[in-house]
């Protein structure tokens, strides 16, 4: 747990004018992202049968919040991590067409996350999925949409800006483009979370691609990714540099999710090819499911960054150490 305790931190905003731009960034922002990329909000499940397949794996190692039901004892249910593998289904399902999309709040519980000043177990974001063609499962359709993201992102900004003056916290510009095997072969010493922030730095907005597949130096991933959803050769973080505390933030993780081929290369190099007989697996292997791209964007740490707020305890209420909480306190950062 690595808390920042920025020097001389006021905040700009009270708690409840806080909470009113809260609201106010949430609304606009999901008006303006479903706008931008055509979509249709859905509601979703906060849980999901053990055995279904349907829940993100994350890295492979977080534990998921598991119970059982009482009208279904012998079926164990699972807090979702995120929506990944469900939104692919639900457009199926629900009949969408090329290039429709849904989107829709996903609230999840990560009870192994790392708690910091930009990590919660509590996770708010928008998850959004939108069918593409096979040909075009290509780094432009990926590019072209990360620009379309970054746009709402800077729209969102202008609005904060020209409601809230001087409380919001200004980006960059224009978004940069770079690879993980890049950014290992620019600074082969760092490690990759020191390698993030180094570019972020330097460039201030950063779309970091292709992340989950062996790098050449170090033989290791840059950073862990679940095998079954994102193609690795066609995925990426959105970050950005937050000069509050003087590290990146990720604002949104994406990419355009596997086909039968790639998801088979990708369960075997995860050994765990298992999973092909899970029913979500099985139906994307027989060709039951759309070619699709689609991510997730944090609500809370929008929220944050664009209130150049130090806690992401600042804009959501979770559950705290003692000892940080007593830490914030101290330094003016008021936990909700």
Not at 19 to 44: G, H, K, P, W
Not at 73 to 94: G, Q
Not at 127 to 153: G, M, N, P, Q, Y
Not at 221 to 249: C, S, T, V
């Amino acid at each position: 747990m690595e808390l920042i305790l920025p020097k001389d931190y006021h905040p700009t905003l009270t708690v409840r004018d806080t909470e009113a731009a809260i609201v106010y960034i949430r609304e606009t922002f999901q008006d303006l992202l479903s706008n931008n990329l055509n979509l249709q909000r859905m509601s979703a499940p906060m849980f999901v049968g053990k055995d279904t397949g349907l829940n993100d794996n994350l890295n492979g190692v977080e534990r998921p919040v598991r119970f059982d039901m009482k009208a279904m004892p012998e079926e164990p249910i699972e807090i979702v991590h995120s929506l990944a593998k469900w939104k692919r289904m639900a457009l199926k399902k629900y009949g969408f067409g090329m290039h429709e999309g849904l989107y829709t709040n996903m609230n999840a519980i990560r009870r192994d996350e790392d708690l910091d000043n930009f990590h919660s177990i509590y996770v708010d974001q928008w998850d959004w999925e939108k069918i593409i063609s096979k040909e075009e499962r290509t780094e432009e359709t990926l590019k072209a949409t990360v620009e379309t993201i970054f746009k709402t992102i800077k729209q969102i900004e202008k609005a904060v800006a020209k409601r809230y003056p001087g409380s919001v916290y200004h980006l960059a510009d224009e978004i940069y483009f770079v690879t993980t095997q890049e950014l290992e072969d620019r600074w082969p010493e760092l490690t990759p979370e020191e390698r993030e922030d180094k570019i972020t730095k330097e460039k201030k907005a950063v779309f970091l691609m292709k992340i989950g597949d062996k790098l050449k130096r170090s033989g290791e991933p840059h950073d862990g990714r679940a095998p079954d959803y994102d193609d690795w050769q066609l995925n990426g973080d959105i970050m950005f540099w937050y000069e509050p505390l003087q590290r990146k933030i990720e604002i949104s993780s994406m990419g355009i999710r596997v086909s039968e081929e790639s998801l088979r290369e990708q369960l075997k190099k995860a050994h765990c090819e298992e999973r092909a007989e899970l029913p979500f697996h099985k139906m994307l292997l027989e060709g039951k499911l759309p070619y699709t791209i689609g991510g997730g964007i944090g609500q809370s740490r929008l929220c944050m960054m664009l209130m150049k707020k130090a806690h992401i305890g600042e804009v959501q209420a979770s559950t705290w150490p003692r000892e940080m909480i007593e830490a914030c306190e101290e330094d003016n950062i008021e936990l909700l």
